[in-house]
């Protein structure tokens, strides 16, 4: 059962226009989320990350925003650019559990910026 | 400092072949883990490591064995491959011990099972 949905496989967004990549999750346990980044041949790399208590998180062009009512995020990009793209993760963890660093992700949307 | 590193970054076994894949990092990190991406699947979790001495198994543990002997390393042995155990592999690590954590991945290690 996919605790973390990323529903839409691939997006394309011209330069300098925004991207929305949205995100669902089912257990209402999560607590922590986070946004990951992965070019080919390489790691995932953290790009942004949000806490429950908080509905949104800003660090420049990267924007994620958190509907714990609907069990939704969404990461906005603005403006989009080429570099921007790769693979988005969307992974979410339980503090509860005493292991924060036991990610459940999503499968990923590929986001890719056209001229 | 090197981060999070993985060897090897590509392996062909045959089905019954044992291997290592060896994950190493140096940001005296206490948290390890490692997870497998699959087409259509996402990264899943298959062994974590909250300090030297402590495993314990992730979502897909099945074939994997782990130990953490130091800090700094995090093994993962497959006894006898499968072709199902085809995939990536990323090793990651973290601090611990604080509820927002951002977990530092490796390069990861492609392996294909024939």
């Known amino acids: 059962d996919q605790q973390v949905k990323q529903n839409s496989p691939s997006l394309s967004v011209q330069e300098g226009r925004i991207s929305i990549l949205n995100c669902d999750y089912t257990n209402s346990m999560f607590d922590y989320f986070l946004w990951y980044k992965k070019y080919p041949a390489e790691g995932p790399t953290f790009l942004i990350s949000i806490s429950s208590i908080k509905d949104k998180n800003e660090d420049g062009r990267f924007t994620v925003f958190l509907n714990k009512s609907a069990k939704h995020l969404s990461l906005h990009i603005v403006p989009s650019q080429p570099g921007d793209s790769a693979v988005y993760f969307c992974?979410?963890?339980?503090?509860?559990?005493?292991?924060?660093?036991?990610?459940?992700f999503g499968t990923g949307t590929r986001l890719q910026v056209t001229l | 400092n090197a981060g999070v590193t993985q060897t090897p970054k590509f392996q062909v076994l045959k089905t019954g072949q044992s291997m290592t894949l060896q994950c190493a990092q140096d940001m005296n990190h206490e948290y390890m883990s490692w997870y497998r991406q699959d087409p259509g699947m996402g990264l899943r979790l298959i062994h974590y490591s909250v300090g030297a001495g402590i495993t314990d198994q992730g979502e897909v543990p099945n074939g994997y064995n782990v130990s953490r002997s130091t800090t700094e390393d995090f093994p993962l042995r497959l006894l006898s491959a499968a072709p199902s155990q085809t995939s990536v592999y990323f090793c990651?690590?973290?601090?611990?011990?604080?509820?927002?954590?951002?977990?530092?991945f490796g390069p990861g290690t492609r392996l294909l099972v024939l």
């Open positions: 992974a979410a963890s339980d503090w509860a559990t005493g292991t924060a660093s036991k990610l459940t």
């Open positions: 990651a690590s973290s601090y611990g011990g604080q509820k927002e954590e951002t977990q530092y």
